[in-house]
């Protein structure tokens, strides 16, 4: 084993005991787009045991720019990010476990998903994931790092439940729809998503093999300015997730059944209850309503009537709906087509 690694093995500050934690470790990546394909590439060259990758969305060639691994074969392929960078990743070291799921993680699945993990890698583009990956860390004690990355500037914060501060005692509310500048609509830079990413490989390893190590405080950089700097950010006593106690995220008190995806005329809507479709009939169904196409991972259909409209089903029922950015619209189309 330690061949493989022997560049990383003679760090003192790893060794022959950290390779075997390292070896040992699980860890969670929830996203496979910019951040999470860097880390997770990071991780598997690092010789992680286990890693589960969680990540809703398909390929588009717009990602291309930022997301590395992926091809324009896996965009024309139709693959979700989830099984393409698996797919990558496995090429790169078929001793590491590699397992991933095309799903979306919300209030209802977040604890069983996460469970049994050593850490987590937050790898997503919206405030309410995170704060379930808050919620469900610190209900289960498992150290995470935050990592977000927008035009020129990029991001990244260790969490330690019981130790450091958590992600509400930096943002103790959740924005309002709307309030948050994304890369959708400003854009980012993929040398960026490279560095958060790689800090926050960095940041797991550290938590791994020596949590003493891991740094206290919040990293903002500008990569077209060139300034780095560290931010103190003292756990907050009247914190209302790791002060108060409270869970409401993974409560649901804020799950949503749709949402529009900002800035791509998208809705995603989300059963109240996983469906878990039958793809074989659901085409013949749809089929007499326009066209559909039918992988193992996914039901691409497009209705006659609205040239406009894509649907991609997912196999719990999730559906995206592109070609209108009006929630209630989209329910109502899914609720045409899907019953």
Not at 33 to 60: H, M, N, P, T
Not at 134 to 143: F, H, T
Not at 193 to 199: D, H, L, P, R, Y
Request: proline share 5%.
């Amino acid at each position: 084993m330690f061949e493989r690694y022997a560049r990383q093995v003679v760090l003192p500050e790893i060794g022959e005991s950290g390779q075997r934690k390292l070896s040992l470790a699980t860890v969670a990546i929830v996203g496979a787009g910019a951040l999470g394909s860097v880390a997770a590439e990071i991780l598997i060259r690092a010789g992680i045991g286990q890693l589960s990758i969680f990540d809703r969305d398909l390929l588009e060639l717009s990602n291309l720019q930022r997301q590395f691994l992926y091809t324009e074969g896996d965009v024309q392929a139709g693959l979700p990010k989830a099984q393409a960078l698996a797919n990558h990743l496995k090429q790169i070291n078929r001793i590491v476990t590699v397992s991933a799921q095309v799903v979306d993680i919300n209030h209802r699945n977040a604890t069983a998903l996460l469970r049994g993990h050593d850490l987590i890698i937050d790898a997503t583009d919206n405030f309410l994931v995170r704060m379930l990956i808050n919620d469900v860390a610190l209900e289960q004690g498992i150290p995470w790092v935050y990592g977000g990355a927008l035009g020129m500037t990029g991001m990244v914060l260790p969490i330690m439940p019981d130790k450091s501060a958590c992600f509400r005692c930096m943002v103790p509310e959740m924005p309002a729809a709307g309030s948050m500048d994304t890369c959708d609509l400003v854009g980012v830079l993929g040398s960026v998503t490279a560095i958060v990413a790689a800090n926050q490989a960095a940041e797991a390893i550290k938590l791994i093999v020596n949590p003493e190590a891991v740094r206290q405080d919040l990293l903002e950089f500008n990569i077209w300015t060139g300034k780095f700097r560290t931010l103190p950010l003292p756990k907050d006593p009247d914190c209302p997730a790791c002060g108060a106690g409270s869970r409401e995220f993974l409560e649901g008190r804020y799950s949503r059944e749709a949402a529009s995806l900002c800035g791509r005329n998208a809705v995603q809507v989300q059963p109240s209850e996983q469906a878990f479709p039958d793809f074989d009939q659901l085409v013949k169904r749809l089929e007499t309503a326009g066209s559909a196409k039918v992988n193992r991972f996914t039901l691409k259909f497009y209705p006659t009537e609205l040239p406009d409209v894509e649907f991609t089903i997912f196999t719990d029922g999730r559906a995206l709906i592109k070609g209108t950015d009006d929630v209630n619209h989209a329910l109502s189309l899914y609720a045409r087509y899907m019953g």
